[in-house]
């Protein structure tokens, strides 16, 4: 892959801070001739993130935000649509709400793990359930690419179960921060997003006040995606 014309392409589109509708279009016309597999997605994402981090430090610098949001929304719609330079406003077709205490939440996050067909992007606090714990190691065992952030202090917790997804493959990065990685979500196949308070943990389902909400709504999964890029890459990629 050309990854210096993608380059070129991405630079000269933030000269003005903003991703323009001609900008859009001409984008996705790139990326409908590239027809880029995942991996090769994954480094564009990597390229677009690269140059943001370049020019954050400057007085523009919460403008880059912007663009790079409108381009990792360009990068994950589908290529004839990106070619159009269709907004991908289409409004959601999933948009839900889960309560515990009660089996809701981990009702509906354990069927979305077991119905992904390629990704799982998870960004978690902590992980201690293993009814959760079990959902994903399957998924892994058939292929699915599960990805972890979370918490370096939580995974010393006892109950947790950090190590044993790593030991099982399961690409993990923990936070190298004195603060925490407090976040609960995850994308799955780059289409779906689960967030909310509802920790991964037993005490969630069965004793806390918690919530889940599932949504397919396209800006608010970019919104996460690029979050989770953000954090994959600061902290870096590598076993625990």
Known sequence: MDTKG????????LQDRKLSRSERKALGGVLSELQPDERERD?????????????LATPRGKEVFDWLEDVVKVLDRPWDAAAAGDG????????????SPG??????????????GRSIDIAVFTITDNRITRTLLDAHRRGVKVRLVTDDDKREDRGSDVDELARAGVDVVLDNSRFHMHHKFAVFDGKVVVTGSFNWTRQATDANQENLVVTDDRQLVAAFRAEFDRLWNEFGAGAA
């Open 6 to 13: 993608i380059d070129e392409a991405l630079r000269k589109t």
């Open 43 to 55: 480094l564009l994402r990597s390229r677009a993130f690269e140059i943001a981090r370049e020019e």
């Open 88 to 99: 991908g406003d289409k409004a959601a077709e999933l948009a839900e709400v889960h309560f």
């Open 103 to 116: 089996t809701s939440c981990l009702d509906r996050l354990n069927q979305l793990i077991r119905s992904v």
